[in-house]
C-alpha cells in the first residue's frame, strides 16, 4: 500500500515558521529547523515551498489576515487606529515581516479587503462611496504604519508613549477632516 500523504503538513510547516518567526525573527526562520519543529525533513519543506523567500511570503499572508481580522473587530475607525498599534508592539517580528511584504498592501492585482473595510467604514460613517475615501485610507495607512514600526522597535517608554499619544491625536483629525482627502 502507497503511504498516505500528510494532508496537514502544509499547515504544520506554516504553523511552525509562525511560532519560531515570533520566537525569533529573521534569525529563527531556517528551512532546517522549520523541519525539525514540524516532524519532517527539509526536502518535504522544499516540496512544499521552493524556497525561504516562499515560506515567507505564505507567512506574511497568514499574519496579514489574522491582522485584518483583528482590526475587522474595532467599533470606530479610531478603534482600527488604536489596533493597528497594539498589534505591531505585541508582535513586532510578525509587524516586521509585514513591513517586508509592503509592496502588497498597494498592488492592484491582489485582493486588499482591509483597504475595502476600512473605506466602508468611512462611507457607513460620513456617507458617500467606500471609493470616495481611497486617499483618506492611504493617508490613514501610511500615518498608522509610521507610528507602528515604530513601537515595533525596542525604544523608551516617554518617547513610545509619545507617538502613540501623537499617533492617535493626528488620526482623529484625520479621520474627522477626512473632506480635504476625500475624492
Known sequence: MPPHADQLLEERILKTAHKLWRMRG???????????????????????????EALRKAL?????????????????????????????????????????????????????PGRQWVMTQFA????GEPEDYSRCFFALFLLSHGAASLLSLPGDDASRAEVRRKFLEISAALIQQNQILRA
Open 124 to 127: 457607513n460613517r460620513f456617507g
Open 26 to 52: 529573521e534569525k529563527g526562520l531556517t528551512l532546517r529547523a522549520i523541519a525539525r519543529e514540524a516532524g519532517t525533513s527539509t526536502p518535504t519543506v522544499y516540496k512544499r515551498f521552493r524556497n525561504k
Open 60 to 112: 506574511a499572508e497568514r499574519i496579514r489576515l489574522q491582522l485584518n481580522e483583528y482590526l475587522f473587530g474595532a467599533k470606530s475607525l479610531e478603534d482600527v487606529c488604536q489596533r493597528y498599534l497594539v498589534f505591531a508592539q505585541e508582535h513586532p517580528h510578525e509587524y516586521q515581516l509585514l513591513i517586508h511584504s509592503w509592496s502588497d498592501v498597494f498592488h492592484p492585482d491582489f485582493p486588499r
